[in-house]
């Protein structure tokens, strides 16, 4: 019943830029800690950006000034908004909605190729 559901994923250039939307259902979403991950080829997957249930936020030093991750909790929604792409910014993308106190729960991801 719990459902995570990544888009916004395609193909870019170089210093363009993506919008990622991950839309939760069957939970309530307002609790949930969001995160978003990545996962190159042939890479370890990696914490991108997170979000708390109370909006405070992080990120990963590789991104930091490029990506910004917000939430909208009337949607059951959270974003990644990634900005001036690099080729090393190609991975799967996935986003986790977890409680200290529960299970966490992730989606299937969405792929993202950015082009040199």
């Known amino acids: 019943q719990v459902q995570l559901v990544e888009s916004g994923g395609g193909l870019v250039q170089a210093g363009e830029s993506l919008r990622l939307t991950c839309a939760a259902s069957?939970?309530?979403?307002?609790?949930?800690?969001m995160d978003w991950f990545r996962q190159a080829p042939g890479e370890q997957r990696e914490l991108v950006a997170s979000i708390t249930s109370g909006s405070r936020t992080n990120y990963a030093d590789s991104v930091k000034g490029r990506f910004t991750i917000s939430r909208d909790n009337a949607k059951n929604t959270v974003f990644l908004q990634m900005n001036s792409l690099k080729p090393e910014d190609t991975a799967v993308y996935y986003c986790?909605?977890?409680?200290?106190?529960?299970?966490?729960?992730w989606g299937k991801g969405t792929l993202v190729t950015v082009s040199s």
């Open positions: 986790r909605a977890y409680r200290s106190t529960g299970f966490d729960y």
């Open positions: 069957g939970v309530i979403f307002r609790l949930y800690n």
